[in-house]
């Protein structure tokens, strides 16, 4: 597969695998069901629905989602919903999981059970790729959404889950930059002993067939012409195809920054189980909001 570099090819790519199954859980709002009648019209993907019937009809009645042709699990209370929607990806019946009217928290506590979720041993982490405008690929951005402060053996787990998308998205070698304030490690900056830590591994042999170089900072991991007035020697520098942020605040300011003043398009999704879950926000785009199913379904 070649390298996937825009959303474009990314959906074109993703029809190649129709069929894939997403478990939504608890769709009772207009938003998670404007995703779902997104991956009915296109045939991108098969929702199956978790929930109470009738609250699902009430919000799909608003948008216009016809959903008699939906197969519609009618389970009224939610914590079985939620649970049954779950089991059914760890079953193979499903193939995606999908977040509805329930916080993060909630679903991802059953997702990471670890008799009847998706648990792998590997630390779960969010991940954003970007499709910014004027930009020759796809960037992704982690963790701006569910790891706070990440020890140095989290932000490994990160970079495996954010590397992993990346071959799937065709990138064979991928270039990943641990972003710090600054490019030298300074023992009273974490963040720069952790990316120096992590890049070390990586020659190693750590994370298979990828680059990781740091600490850099972002306009070293942006432009190599900033790199080469520095005189930073890197091969990332400049060609990041990930930008792995030290902090939670880091990588959601970074994300957000590109959408609202450079209007990128985001997909999210959170890697590090046995399937990919879809989180989709009020705030997105109708681009955006299918960008991900289409990553997910790429991903499953």
Do not use: W
């Amino acid at each position: 597969m070649e390298t996937i570099k825009n959303f474009d090819e990314l959906l074109v790519e993703a029809k190649k695998r129709p069929g894939q199954g997403i478990a939504v859980a608890l769709p009772h709002d207009k938003n998670t069901l404007h995703a779902v009648k997104d991956a009915v019209e296109s045939g991108l993907a098969v929702p199956r629905l978790y929930g109470n019937r009738e609250k699902i009809a009430a919000a799909a009645g608003e948008i216009g989602l016809e959903i008699s042709s939906l197969e519609i699990f009618h389970l009224p209370d939610n914590s079985e919903a939620v649970q049954t929607a779950v089991l059914s990806v760890k079953k193979g019946e499903n193939h995606i999981l999908m977040k509805g009217t329930m916080s993060t928290g909630t679903l991802l506590k059953a997702a990471l059970d670890k008799n009847n979720g998706l648990n792998i041993g590997r630390l779960a982490s969010h991940m954003i790729v970007l499709d910014i405008p004027g930009f020759e690929r796809l960037l992704i951005s982690t963790d701006g959404g569910l790891n706070i402060a990440p020890t140095l053996m989290e932000k490994a787990d990160i970079l495996k889950n954010a590397i992993d998308v990346a071959h799937r998205l065709g990138i064979a070698r991928p270039k990943a930059a641990c972003l710090a304030a600054v490019e030298s490690v300074n023992p009273k900056m974490q963040a720069t002993l952790d990316a120096a830590c992590l890049s070390k591994m990586a020659d190693r042999g750590v994370f298979g067939d990828a680059v990781v170089d740091g600490p850099l900072a972002i306009d070293n991991i942006l432009s190599a012409e900033a790199a080469k007035k520095k005189g930073i020697v890197s091969e990332v520098a400049g060609h990041a195809d990930i930008v792995m942020a030290p902090s939670i605040e880091t990588a959601n300011v970074f994300s957000k920054t590109l959408n609202y003043l450079l209007h990128s398009s985001n997909a999210g999704i959170v890697m590090g189980m046995s399937a990919p879950v879809i989180l989709p926000s009020r705030a997105s785009d109708p681009k955006s909001k299918y960008a991900s199913l289409a990553l997910g379904v790429l991903v499953s």
